[in-house]
């Protein structure tokens, strides 16, 4: 076994000095020139000086944007592919860029489509100029980059880019829109953009897609909540209902939504009101503020809203202001609500009246 151990250490020692793999001091790219970092791009000492020598020239910015186009029209791939790594990092800055990834983003025999169709999402809204080339893409249904163009587009966030993702959601069927849903949901800052559509889409008749479009609102958090407390004065149930439901997720819960969740508790249909008792008592702390609108629900005349009530009050804390309310459910004409009161009085009141 020690012989194998030791034949092993030798064969792997040999192989590493054969690929490059040892030397006797690390290459470190920090407060190296510009010149020097392009050229262990160009042609390194050792492969994984590669991503490092990007890296660090990603940090001279405008300045490094000349010699990287340059790097671009290399033979070998993987230098182009670095170069195109350190314009990305570079966001905006690499604009004057621009040309020169976006022909690389048009040819579909490039191998570094891909890569150049993320980059021009990356330098973002100067990148205005390339919306038609990222359109073409985006509307190409046998393209297999549809979706990192959609990603792209959301990121520049220009009224063009904007109304292209509008039009294609549309007139896509729903696996391109599911698909487009979760690449938005990778991006939630870029998808912030698409906002007024998305709640728009979202309040219509659309189960199929109701999940992925709240996940998507979810993952955009707090930018979310403004349009969705709109939503929830719209003269449509399913649109309040909606609304009411959203604003009770994980991450959308927020104080801003209390006033209109308060006022959605005297809604005219039980749907809406289930929801918005269900949202305040998720909303937690504060929510209670709308204390006694809430406490009052425990008299809706349906039997699913006092029940909800019930879980709120319990989660928001207000058991006691609330105990002779609850004392009267127990002769609730529901088994569920009926228990549901005796279970939160049980501590404050054990003794059934």
Not at 97 to 106: K, L
Not at 140 to 145: G, I, R
Not at 150 to 173: H, K
């Amino acid at each position: 076994m020690i012989r194998f151990c030791l034949a092993w250490t030798i064969f792997g020692t040999l192989a590493a000095c054969a690929w490059g793999q040892i030397r006797d001091e690390e290459w470190d790219p920090a407060g190296k020139p510009l010149p020097e970092l392009i050229a262990a791009i160009r042609q390194p000492a050792y492969a994984f000086d590669r991503p490092r020598a990007a890296e660090a020239a990603a940090k001279f910015g405008r300045n490094a944007v000349e010699p990287l186009c340059e790097l671009l029209q290399e033979e070998q791939e993987v230098v182009r592919s670095y170069a195109l790594l350190a314009l990305s990092r570079m966001g905006p800055e690499a604009e004057a860029a621009i040309p020169a990834v976006e022909r690389i983003a048009a040819d579909p025999q490039n191998g570094l489509r891909r890569q150049a169709i993320d980059v021009l999402g990356k330098i973002g809204q100067a990148a205005n100029e390339v919306v038609p080339t990222l359109v073409k893409i985006l509307n190409d249904v046998q393209d297999e980059h549809q979706q990192v163009a959609l990603r792209s587009l959301a990121t520049i966030g220009s009224v063009e880019a904007l109304r292209a993702i509008e039009d294609s959601f549309q007139n896509g069927g729903i696996p391109f829109r599911r698909d487009a849903l979760q690449t938005l949901r990778e991006a939630p800052e870029a998808a912030e953009n698409l906002l007024p559509f998305l709640v728009a889409t979202y309040s219509r008749r659309n189960s199929s897609l109701d999940s992925d479009m709240l996940a998507l609102m979810v993952a955009i958090g707090e930018p979310s909540v403004g349009p969705l407390v709109e939503l929830l004065r719209a003269e449509q149930v399913e649109s309040r209902r909606k609304a009411a439901l959203a604003l009770g997720q994980r991450r959308l819960t927020s104080a801003a939504a209390v006033p209109a969740l308060t006022k959605a508790l005297t809604d005219p249909e039980p749907v809406v009101r289930f929801w918005a008792v269900k949202a305040l008592g998720a909303i937690g702390q504060p929510a209670r503020t709308a204390a006694d609108p809430l406490i009052s629900c425990l008299n809706d005349a349906d039997a699913d809203v006092r029940w909800q009530t019930i879980r709120s009050i319990e989660q928001l804390g207000l058991q006691s202001q609330a105990t002779e309310k609850l004392k009267s459910l127990r002769a609730d004409p529901h088994p569920a609500v009926r228990q549901a009161a005796e279970q939160l009085l049980q501590p404050l009141d054990p003794s059934p009246q």
